[in-house]
């Protein structure tokens, strides 16, 4: 009871949350902003604990983006379209048809052919941190479609103890993006080398 007491409080913070959330993107300062022209029709590789950071930098640009059908997923859902976001729901932990993962994906690979942009969280939904699930290489292969993985850094935050050390950005923080060079991957190719490297990548330009 007291777990759905707070769910239903949650979900009716839902466009409160959304609005504050649109106040702080517009309080960062930006150090390097992305051009979301250049990500257009490419799959933008992230990790879980820096969503909100990047986020943050694509309110409204319609980007597409999988969350996860669990129920906190209904929550992130709720909350990323009303941030201009466009959702799909499912995991990237491809294969596993009891969460829609298969499907979801294949949402998206029709998504990436219509040339629109999709963002995904790739070692979400519960980790471990950093640990790149195959998915989105998956995604990259059926589509002929480039992996561009990003990272915000930023100056100020608060970063919660949790399994990815989510980090949520202050007021009038200073915002750096990275970005990694561009990851195809081609149809026999091996998809655990490809893992690998975006592995590294993303690891680091978080350590940058």
């Not at 007491?5 to 106040?23: C, D, E, G, T, W």
């Not at 298969?102 to 939904?125: H, S």
Request: hydrophobic share 40%; net charge positive.
């Amino acid at each position: 009871m007291k777990k759905k007491i707070k769910y239903n409080l949650l979900k009716a913070l839902v466009p409160l949350l959304s609005l504050l959330l649109r106040m702080l993107s517009r309080t960062i300062r930006w150090e390097k902003r992305p051009d979301y022209e250049l990500y257009k029709g490419k799959v933008i590789a992230l990790l879980h604990g820096n969503a909100l950071c990047v986020a943050l930098a694509g309110i409204d640009r319609d980007i597409y983006t999988l969350v996860s059908r669990f129920r906190d997923g209904d929550l992130a859902d709720a909350l990323l379209r009303r941030l201009g976001y466009r959702t799909v729901r499912g995991s990237t932990e491809e294969g596993r048809a009891e969460k829609g993962g298969r499907t979801a994906l294949l949402r998206l690979v029709q998504v990436l052919k219509e040339g629109q942009t999709v963002a995904i969280t790739v070692d979400g939904p519960k980790g471990p941190a950093g640990k790149v699930k195959e998915g989105v290489l998956f995604l990259a292969q059926k589509t002929g479609k480039p992996i561009a993985p990003v990272y915000v850094k930023v100056e100020k935050a608060i970063r919660l103890n949790s399994w990815d050390k989510f980090t949520i950005p202050l007021p009038f923080t200073k915002a750096y993006w990275l970005a990694g060079k561009d990851i195809y991957v081609k149809e026999g190719e091996d998809i655990e080398e490809k893992r690998r490297l975006l592995e590294e990548v993303l690891a680091k330009l978080s350590e940058s």
